[in-house]
C-alpha cells in the first residue's frame, strides 16, 4: 500500500508516494505555473502506469492550493503547509526544535518542544526573501538557479545589499553590479541580506534553538545555508526530502486519518485525462458579494469554493 | 431627517428597533463587504485604518439609499477612532456630500447637557410621548443584548453540538429572521424563541473542544467582515470561541465608566502587564489574555488593524504573558491587503497547534 502527499504551492506542485515504511518511494517536483489542476494532472500522468488506484491506500493535501487538489483528487486529509511542515520533519528527527521553511512565496518559522509545534510565525507583508525572489534574480544575472548557492559559496567577500525590500534589493544589486563587484559577491551578499531579513522579521522574538532543520524550496541554495549558519552560529540540517518536506507531512496525517476511518477517499488516478474548467462568479444571493469559484470535471461540478453562507456546497474537510 | 451609522457587528439590530420604534427615519447601510471597503478606500488616505475605510464606505452606500444624517459614536481617548467623526465630516464633505453628523460621546468629556442636546435632535424627531421614547430605548437595550448572548452562546456551544454546523445554522437563521420583524416588541419575541431554541440543541457534555478567546481591537473583533469572518470559520473547524468586547459591553461599560466601576476584573488582571490606559482597547487586550488563561482557554488570537496604536502596544505585551503563563496567542493583522490565504493558513495551524498541546502533556513541562 502507498500514501500519496500532494503540496500546491505557488511555485511548485510536489508529490510524493510512501510506502508502510514510510519512505520516500516515488517524488515529482513540477513548476504550477500559476495552474495548479494542469500540474497537477501531469503528476497523475506520470504516476498513472506505474502504480494502481488500489494500491493508493491513502492522499493528503497542502499548500496554498490544497482545497483545489483535495476536490480534485478526494484526499483524506487537507492540512496547512506549517503542520505538514513540522510532521515530515518530526518524522525525519524527534529531536528538533526549529524549522526555517522558505517556499515560492512564503517564508516560515516554527517552534517545536518535545516533538510538537509551540510556536510558528509567517511573513504578512513582504515576500523578498523567498523563492519566487530569487528565481528572478538567477534569471537576471543569467545563472542558473540550481548554481546561484555554488556562486555565494565560491565568494570571498561579500557585498553588502539592501534586503528590507525585493524591490530595493534589486535596485542595490544592480548599483552595486554597475560599481563593478564580481556576481559572486553579490550573490553572498544577497544571500546574507535575505538571511538578515528573514530573522528581523518572521523570525523576530522566536528561541531558535538547535537542532535546526531548513527545508522548502530554497533550501537548494547551499549559499543560503550558510547565510544562515554565519547569522546563528550554530549549524543547520537540510533533511533528504528538503523540498518535498509539505507533501511528505501531508501523506502521514492522511495515513494516519485513513487508517482511523478505515477507508480513503481517493477518486483515483483517472483524473489525468478528464477535462477540468473552472468558472468564477460574484454570488448576487446577498449583499456580501461572495467571489465563487467551480470547478468542473468533465461537465460535472465537482465543487465550490468561496462562498461564505453555504449556499453553493463549501464543505470542509479538514 | 433620514439616519445612517455605520456597521459593526449586531449594532444594526438595535437601531431598526430603537428607529423603527421611534417611528424616526433611518437607512441601514447594506452590509459590509467587499464593495464598501473598496469605496471606502478610494476616498480614504493610504495610511488610515481599516475601520475608517469600511465606514466610509457605509456612509456612501446608505447616502445612496438616502440618508442624511449620520450616528456615530466618538471620544477624546488617544485612539484615532475618537477622531473618526471629525475626519469623517472633512472627507464627506470633500467629496460634495451634505451630510449631517451627530456625534455621541462620553458625558466626561462634552458634558451631559451638551449629550442630551445632541440625544434631543435625535428624538424630536419622533412624536411619541416621552415615556414611550423611553420605553423604544429600553427595547433596543434589550435586543442588543439578547442578539450578544445569542452570539456569544452559539459560538460558544459550536464546540459542543452533536450535529455539526447545527448552532451556526440557528444563529444565521436568527439574523436573518430577526431583519423581518416588524417593530422591537416582536423582535424581542422572536430573539427569545432562538434563544430557547439554542439552548437545547443537542450537545455532548463530555467533548472537550479547543476553547479559544478572540481578543484585540474593538472594530475589528466586532464586526465580522472586517477580521474575514473567523468566528465563523472557528465554529466550521468545532473551536469554542468567545469574545468579551461587544457592542452591549461597551454600552455597559459607558455608562459604569463615569463611576469607575466599568470591567473590574479585566483591570485587575491587566495591572501587572498594562496598569494604565492608553489608549483604545489595549489594557482590555491584556487583561483578556490573562484572564481567558485563567478561565482555562486554550489560547487566545488577537485581532487588530495595521496601524493600531494601542493594540501595537498590547501585542509587544503579549509574547510576554505567552511565556509566564504557558499560554499561545496569536496575533492578526488586518487591512484591505490581507491575504485571505495566508490568514486561513495561520488560523488552521494555531489549531493543530492548540490540538497537539493537548493530546500532549509532556510539552508544557
Known amino acids: 500500500m502507498y500514501y500519496l502527499g500532494v503540496?500546491?504551492?505557488?511555485?511548485?506542485?510536489?508529490?510524493?508516494?510512501?510506502?508502510?515504511?514510510?519512505?520516500?518511494?516515488?517524488?515529482?517536483?513540477?513548476?504550477?505555473?500559476?495552474?495548479?489542476?494542469?500540474?497537477?494532472?501531469?503528476?497523475?500522468?506520470?504516476?498513472?502506469?506505474?502504480?494502481?488506484n488500489v494500491e493508493i491506500a491513502a492522499v493528503g493535501t497542502t499548500g496554498s492550493g490544497r482545497q483545489i487538489a483535495s476536490t480534485l483528487i478526494g484526499a483524506d486529509a487537507v492540512k496547512n503547509e506549517i503542520t505538514a511542515h513540522a510532521v515530515a520533519a518530526l518524522e525525519t528527527d524527534n529531536d528538533v526544535r526549529t524549522i526555517i521553511e522558505i517556499g515560492g512565496q512564503d517564508s516560515k518559522i516554527i517552534v517545536l518542544k518535545n516533538g510538537i509545534v509551540t510556536d510558528f510565525a509567517m511573513n504578512t507583508v513582504c515576500a523578498a526573501g523567498t523563492g519566487s525572489f530569487l528565481d528572478r534574480q538567477a534569471e537576471r544575472l543569467e545563472i542558473p538557479i540550481e548554481a546561484f548557492g555554488d556562486y555565494a559559496l565560491e565568494a570571498k567577500g561579500s557585498v553588502r545589499i539592501a534586503g528590507r525590500c525585493a524591490v530595493f534589493a534589486e535596485s542595490d544589486m544592480i548599483h552595486k553590479q554597475q560599481m563593478g563587484y564580481n556576481e559572486g559577491e553579490i550573490i553572498k551578499g544577497l544571500c546574507e541580506a535575505l538571511v538578515r531579513n528573514y530573522l528581523n522579521n518572521v523570525a523576530k522574538g522566536k528561541e531558535i534553538q538547535s537542532k535546526i532543520f531548513f527545508q522548502g524550496g530554497v533550501a537548494a541554495n547551499l549559499g543560503m545555508k550558510s547565510a544562515f549558519e554565519d547569522a546563528l552560529g550554530k549549524s543547520v540540517f537540510i533533511p533528504e526530502h528538503y523540498n518535498m518536506m509539505g507533501a511528505i507531512g501531508a501523506a502521514l496525517i492522511a495515513k494516519a486519518k485513513a487508517e482511523k476511518a478505515g477507508k480513503t477517499m481517493f477518486k483515483g488516478f483517472d483524473l489525468a485525462e478528464s477535462i477540468f474548467s473552472s468558472k468564477s462568479f460574484e454570488c448576487q444571493g446577498c449583499s456580501n458579494g461572495c467571489e465563487v469559484v467551480k470547478i468542473q470535471e468533465n461537465e460535472a461540478v465537482i465543487g465550490c469554493f468561496g462562498d461564505r453562507c453555504g449556499k453553493w456546497g463549501s464543505e470542509l474537510a479538514v | 431627517m433620514k439616519i445612517t451609522f455605520p456597521h459593526m457587528g449586531n449594532i444594526y439590530f438595535a437601531a431598526k428597533t430603537l428607529f423603527g420604534d421611534l417611528g424616526i427615519d433611518y437607512v441601514i447601510p447594506p452590509i459590509s463587504s467587499k464593495a464598501s471597503l473598496e469605496l471606502g478606500s478610494l476616498h480614504s488616505a493610504e495610511e488610515m485604518c481599516l475601520p475608517f475605510k469600511i465606514m466610509i464606505g457605509n456612509y456612501i452606500h446608505a447616502i445612496e439609499k438616502g440618508a442624511d444624517t449620520v450616528i456615530i459614536t466618538g471620544s477624546c481617548g488617544p485612539c484615532r477612532l475618537g477622531e473618526y467623526c471629525e475626519l469623517q465630516m472633512n472627507l464627506m464633505k470633500r467629496l460634495g456630500y451634505n451630510l449631517d453628523f451627530i456625534v455621541i460621546d462620553s458625558p466626561n468629556d462634552i458634558g451631559a447637557k451638551e449629550l442630551l442636546s445632541r440625544f434631543g435632535k435625535i428624538s424630536s424627531k419622533s412624536t411619541l410621548s416621552k415615556t414611550n421614547k423611553i420605553a423604544a430605548l429600553l427595547r433596543a437595550i434589550k435586543v442588543i443584548n439578547l442578539v450578544d448572548e445569542i452570539e456569544a452562546m452559539a459560538r460558544n456551544k459550536a464546540g459542543y453540538e452533536v450535529n455539526k454546523g447545527e448552532s451556526k445554522k440557528i444563529l444565521n437563521e436568527c439574523k436573518k429572521e430577526a431583519m423581518n420583524c416588524s417593530d422591537g416588541k416582536s423582535m424581542i419575541a422572536l430573539l427569545n424563541s432562538y434563544k430557547t431554541r439554542l439552548e437545547n440543541i443537542e450537545a455532548d457534555k463530555n467533548k472537550n473542544p479547543i476553547k479559544i478567546a478572540i481578543i484585540g481591537e474593538i472594530y475589528t473583533v466586532i464586526e465580522p467582515f472586517s477580521n474575514l469572518y473567523i468566528e465563523d470559520k472557528l465554529?466550521?473547524?468545532?473551536?469554542?470561541?468567545?469574545?468579551?468586547?461587544?457592542?452591549?459591553?461597551?454600552?455597559?461599560?459607558?455608562?459604569?465608566?463615569?463611576?469607575?466601576?466599568n470591567q473590574l476584573d479585566i483591570k485587575r488582571k491587566a495591572k501587572e502587564y498594562l496598569p494604565l490606559m492608553i489608549g483604545g482597547h489595549a489594557r482590555e487586550c491584556i487583561g483578556e489574555a490573562v484572564l481567558a488563561h485563567d478561565e482555562g482557554f486554550d489560547g487566545a488570537i488577537q485581532i487588530f488593524p495595521m496601524g493600531c496604536m494601542p493594540e501595537i502596544v498590547s501585542k509587544a505585551i503579549l509574547p510576554q504573558i505567552s511565556k509566564d503563563k504557558d499560554f499561545p496567542i496569536l496575533t492578526l493583522v488586518v487591512d484591505e491587503m490581507t491575504g485571505e490565504a495566508g490568514y486561513i493558513t495561520r488560523i488552521e495551524a494555531f489549531i493543530d497547534l492548540l490540538e497537539r498541546r493537548k493530546d500532549n502533556v509532556l510539552s508544557r513541562c
Open chain 2, 235 to 261: 465554529m466550521d473547524y468545532g473551536v469554542s470561541t468567545h469574545r468579551t468586547l461587544s457592542p452591549s459591553w461597551w454600552l455597559k461599560n459607558l455608562v459604569l465608566s463615569p463611576i469607575n466601576l
Open chain 1, 7 to 52: 503540496d500546491v504551492g505557488s511555485v511548485s506542485t510536489d508529490l510524493v508516494l510512501l510506502n508502510e515504511r514510510k519512505e520516500v518511494i516515488e517524488k515529482l517536483y513540477l513548476r504550477t505555473k500559476g495552474k495548479p489542476i494542469a500540474a497537477i494532472q501531469e503528476g497523475f500522468k506520470a504516476l498513472k502506469g506505474k502504480y494502481e
